[in-house]
């Protein structure tokens, strides 16, 4: 069994005619938590979505726990995704099903284990969450914290070795962030999965992150570990876990001369 | 000149549009049907719909049933009456009730409760990524959502169109024999000797499964193919009721034409 569960060499992606990824070389070790940062519109969660197999790559190869994606039907990427979890931005819980019974969802549908085996997997993967008590509330009555709590139980249901997060801190309060980060450091570590996680939130991704791939313009910018990143002087990392609004990435959309416009040159 | 072209050009492509879209539609619909297999499997998850789809669209249905009878045995009373011929009035309501109003009517409130609510459940259960998530989950969407509320939708139509024929009738029933006197053993008796059960009663109960068949593929599809935005969501709910109420009509002109040839 290879040390790396992810490995991406030389992957490129186009959208219709549009390069959105060019030449990205990534890996991911086994029970690592790997970031991948970036500016809105970057690339990133396309690059989650192509290891998840929701896209095919045009080219380059991308392997999942030793299996290149490329060569997969439906039938065997379902079978590779079943030891893949993904945890969606706003949790993307069934909105018709009690929390249980979402946490329940994957178990029904991949296993035939009697009815108390289910709950009793379910009620330990909603205490990891912290969410044991609220098994019985509808997804709509639930903080967009909590849900995303719920959809984390409901994505190690299968016990998978590697999950994805996408932008799982968007929108969270202070604590519940703290909160999260803890648990997708702690889970990572005490089921030895591989998790992905995209987002921008630079000062909790260097906080528990292993290491940090920087996507901006459909190509990884810079990569390291946060120690690194904190050190680089390189400018756009620099303006990026700085905050600044100067750097090579400008704070105004591509416009004509502002003088012309307000036709002001005479 | 070349406001032209742009015209022309603007034709063609939405010609080509339509017909790529029709094609998606058609896979997406022998997709539903390759897909069917674990929806019976697991019957409850097609009883579940059935319940959403049919048992939550009889108060409509029953409601119209028993005033559209009401009204045919108000009209059809004044106009037999001018021939003296008003014990035919069971014959008028029923017939037309069981071949054409119950199951056209009953379709088209069909599509405007239930089809309507599917396409807007499946539209947003695709813009919340629900759809996705459980693609993620390994779990086939078309089989675990779309087949199910196929089906559920299918097999409640017939029995929708039945109840509303059988509402009408009762309530012309009641305009006709309990409010305006007509002989009740003649409105029984002649209806029960006119309205034949293959040519009429089996014909209606196709009509309605066909129409069953439309409206629900349409809504399901509206759905499935929805933008994820609010806006997608609305559009694709009103081109649902629509496209599948013309699709009523039109079905309904093409099967009278093949089953009722007044031979």
């Known amino acids: 069994m290879s040390d790396n569960l992810i490995e991406i060499r030389d992957l490129s992606f186009a959208y219709r005619e549009r390069l959105v990824l060019k030449g990205i070389n990534l890996t991911a070790r086994r029970g690592q938590v790997i970031a991948i940062m970036g500016i809105s519109g970057g690339g990133k969660t396309t690059l989650l979505r192509l290891i998840g197999g929701a896209l095919k790559a045009t080219r380059g190869v991308l392997e999942v726990d030793g299996v290149d994606m ?41 296993t035939d284990l009697p009815e108390e085996m289910i709950r009793d ?87 528990m992150v292993d290491y940090v791939y920087f996507v901006s313009a459909g190509v990884i910018a810079a990569q390291g570990t946060p120690d690194e990143l904190r050190a680089s002087t390189e400018p756009f990392v620099h303006q990026f876990v700085h905050g600044e609004e100067n750097g090579p990435v400008p704070f105004h959309y591509p416009a004509p001369p502002y003088a012309d416009e307000l036709e002001l040159a005479t | 000149m070349n406001s032209l072209l742009d015209s022309l050009r603007g034709i063609g492509a939405r010609v080509i549009d339509g017909i790529w879209r ?66 035919a009035l069971g014959t008028l309501v029923a017939l037309s009730l069981v071949r054409e109003l119950g199951p056209v009517l009953a379709a088209l409130l069909f599509a405007s409760r239930a089809g309507s609510s599917i396409t807007a459940e499946i539209g947003l259960m695709k813009a919340t990524e629900q759809l996705a998530a459980m693609e993620m989950m390994a779990v086939d969407p078309i089989a675990r959502v779309v087949a199910p509320r196929f089906w559920g939708a299918v097999i409640s139509m017939p029995i929708l169109a039945a109840l509303f024929s059988a509402m009408g009738i009762l309530g012309g029933y009641l305009v006709g024999v309990v409010l305006i006197g007509v002989d009740e053993g003649s409105f029984w008796s002649q209806m029960q000797a006119a309205v034949d059960f293959r040519e009429d009663i089996l014909n209606g109960v196709i009509k309605s499964l066909v129409f069953g068949v439309a409206v629900t593929a349409i809504a399901l599809f509206e759905g499935y193919d929805a933008p994820p935005t609010a806006e997608g969501v609305s559009r694709a709910t009103t081109r649902t009721v629509v496209t599948s109420s013309l699709a009523i009509l039109g079905l309904d002109f093409i099967l009278t034409a093949f089953m009722f040839r007044g031979v």
Do not use: W
């Open chain 1, 70 to 110: 490329a060569t997969l039907d439906q039938e065997g990427l379902y079978q590779l995704r079943r030891r893949m979890g993904m945890l969606f931005q706003f949790g993307a819980l069934f909105t018709d099903l009690s929390v249980f019974d979402n946490v329940a969802f994957p178990l029904r549908e991949h």
């Open chain 1, 121 to 207: 997997l379910v009620l330990m993967k909603l205490n990891a969450v912290g969410l044991r008590g609220a098994a019985d509330l509808m997804p709509s009555e639930l903080s967009g914290g909590m849900a995303r709590r719920v959809a984390l139980a409901r994505a190690i249901a299968l016990e998978p070795r590697l999950i994805l997060y996408d932008e799982p801190f968007a929108g969270l309060d202070p604590i519940s962030l703290g909160v999260s980060g803890n648990l997708i450091r702690r889970l990572t570590d005490t089921l030895g999965v591989t998790s992905i996680v995209v987002t921008h939130d630079i000062q909790e991704s260097l906080r």
């Open chain 2, 22 to 87: 029709m094609g998606v539609a058609t896979r997406f619909f022998l997709r539903t049907l390759l897909q069917s297999g674990q929806s019976f499997r697991r019957f409850h998850l097609i009883i579940r719909e059935i319940f959403s789809a049919g048992v939550l669209s009889l108060i409509i249905i029953l409601v119209s049933g028993l005033f559209v009878g009401m009204v045919l045995g108000l009209q059809g009373y004044e106009t037999l009456q001018t021939y003296g011929s008003e014990e």
